[in-house]
């Protein structure tokens, strides 16, 4: 009688990347949150590590690794597994089994939330569970400063899974609140990447997720120079670069 399962591949742990089948600590850890916190027994509980390999050469060199020896299986590959992986799922759990997704690297993380949002209950906690504890953080200030979210300008330090999910959340707040289209309340979030301000003559060379983020704008480079630009009133990090 499974209700949450937990699962990752390990591609992306914390800030500590690829650790292969070794990143099985996270889903474990992960899932003993929500019995200590949600009152989800033990038993119920199902951590899942998917091993597709791993691209990490100290660990395709060492000869204790327990994982697959081999490089990471990308593409129609991957995809079959998962599918068949969320498929099997369902069919031995049932429609209302909990899938969180955890700790995927960027390029798989949306993809895998947009295709099963809409046939199974899955939660991405890098991109949806960080962001709900900023948007919580960012009401409860209000509380103190007075107005709304929609009175603010939002600048981002890091534009991966974390920093995108929390941006779309606010914009999402915004809209709701507002009764503004989704579009128009992402005016007013900006996001700096590795490469700088995200804007629109970036749209081209810029991975799908942070697209919605581009802005016109001239481009800039460094970080305190898009705070002078841009006047935050509200500035989050979530890079995982010092």
């Known amino acids: 009688n499974i209700q949450v399962i937990v699962v990752t591949d390990g591609e ?19 899932l003993s949150l929500y019995t200590a916190l949600g009152g989800v027994r033990p038993s119920a509980c199902l951590p899942v ?49 909990v899938i969180q997704f955890e700790d995927f690297a960027n390029h798989n993380a949306f993809d895998l939330l947009a295709k099963y949002g809409t ?21 409860a200030a209000l509380r103190f400063v007075g107005g709304s979210l929609s009175d603010h300008r939002f600048l981002f330090l890091g534009a991966g899974e974390a920093g995108t999910g929390i941006a779309e959340l606010i914009a999402l707040e915004i809209s709701k609140k507002s009764h503004i289209p989704l579009e128009e309340a992402r005016k007013n979030i900006w996001l700096v990447d590795s490469k700088g301000l ?21 481009p800039i480079r460094e970080l305190v120079d898009a705070v002078k630009a841009i006047k935050p009133t509200v500035l989050i990090g979530t890079s995982g670069v010092g």
């Not at 697959?68 to 992986?85: I, N």
Request: aromatic share 8%; hydrophobic share 35%; charged share 25%.
């Open 49 to 97: 590590t998917i091993d597709v390999g791993t691209n990490n050469e100290k660990l395709l060199n060492d000869e204790f690794y327990i994982g697959l020896r081999q490089r990471r299986a990308t593409g129609e590959e991957y995809s079959e597994l998962m599918h068949e992986f969320m498929t099997a799922v369902k069919q031995n759990y049932g429609e209302k089994v």
């Open 198 to 218: 995200i804007v629109s003559s970036r749209k081209e060379s810029i991975q799908h997720f942070k697209k919605p983020w581009a802005h016109d704008h001239e």
């Open 12 to 30: 992306r742990i914390l800030g500590l990347g690829d650790l292969g089948c070794q990143g099985m600590g996270i889903p474990v850890g992960k």
């Open 119 to 139: 046939t199974h209950l899955v939660f991405n906690d890098d991109i949806q569970g960080t962001a709900s504890v900023v948007l919580a953080g960012l009401i």
